[in-house]
């Protein structure tokens, strides 16, 4: 009997262009199965035994949803669209303005939650006044305590947030969870100078936030629903961890108050 293949994640061998290992899972009636890591072997043993093999991607909803199958050309693979890669997954720490952007969190993991470990501040789960104790709080309950990258929804008023101030701070911090953690700033439709590229507003941005943009530190993308796009970008801000000489942080003063409402 044939089954039903779909496939969330691939990586290529490093000397080829072939496939390596992919993230699938088996079809049943309208749900997919756990998703497994299969290698390349698997994979053809599979096609070549007259199993379906398809792509599979999210929604803002969370939803799964098939891409078109995969063909043979040439003895190659061939598909028309392009997959996260199957890899390790980072340690995430999800910034951003509770009251205006809580449904771009929302969508954020709906769509990407598979690919990062989630190391974020749900809604009113941590309060703080005194940014010590905010960040002490972080560390102790685990928040940021083994986070490699701060991804930061920036909206219009994410600017002048205090708390996501002191994430950043904390993230950028050696001191907070003994490592340094890589800036990845994500524009939201919202935002003034989302769909301008390498424009940077100075007045759009916080400080720090833009402190870091300007010394080549800070990764900044517009928001997408492409899980390959924000991947890439993940690794993108996790490589930029070893440019340690590009991070202002400690000079700059952290926010003692909401600078907006």
């Given at each position: 009997m044939s089954k039903e293949y779909l496939i969330s994640k691939l990586s290529f061998r490093d000397t080829v262009q072939l496939i390596d290992t992919v993230k699938v899972g088996l079809v049943n009636g309208n749900s997919v199965g756990i998703f497994e890591t299969k290698d390349r072997n698997w994979l053809v043993n599979q096609f070549n035994s007259g199993h379906t093999i398809g792509g599979v991607y999210k929604n803002v909803k969370g939803l799964w949803y098939r891409k078109d199958v995969f063909r043979v050309e040439n003895d190659c693979f061939k598909w028309g669209y392009s997959f996260p890669k199957n890899i390790s997954k980072r340690n995430v720490f999800v910034s951003y303005y509770h009251n205006d952007d809580q449904l771009k969190r929302q969508e954020f993991d709906n769509l990407f939650s598979d690919l990062i470990i989630n190391q974020s501040v749900m809604l009113d789960e941590i309060n703080g006044e005194n940014s010590d104790d905010y960040i002490h709080r972080l560390i102790n309950q685990g928040y940021m305590k083994d986070t490699t990258v701060i991804a930061v929804l920036l909206g219009p008023k994410t600017k002048c947030r205090k708390h996501v101030d002191w994430e950043?701070?904390?993230a950028l911090n050696k001191k907070v969870g003994d490592r340094y953690a890589g800036l990845l700033g994500i524009r939201l439709p919202s935002h003034p100078d989302y769909g301008l590229g390498a424009t940077y507003s100075e007045h759009y941005y916080s400080e720090r936030f833009y402190a870091n943009i300007e010394s080549g530190y800070a990764v900044v993308i517009d928001w997408t629903e492409d899980r390959k796009e924000l991947q890439d970008a993940i690794e993108l801000a996790f490589s930029r961890r070893s440019e340690l000489?590009?991070?202002?942080?400690?000079?700059?003063?952290r926010l003692t108050?909401?600078?907006c409402e």
């Open positions: 950043i701070g904390g000489d590009k991070i202002k942080n400690l000079a700059i003063p108050k909401n600078l």
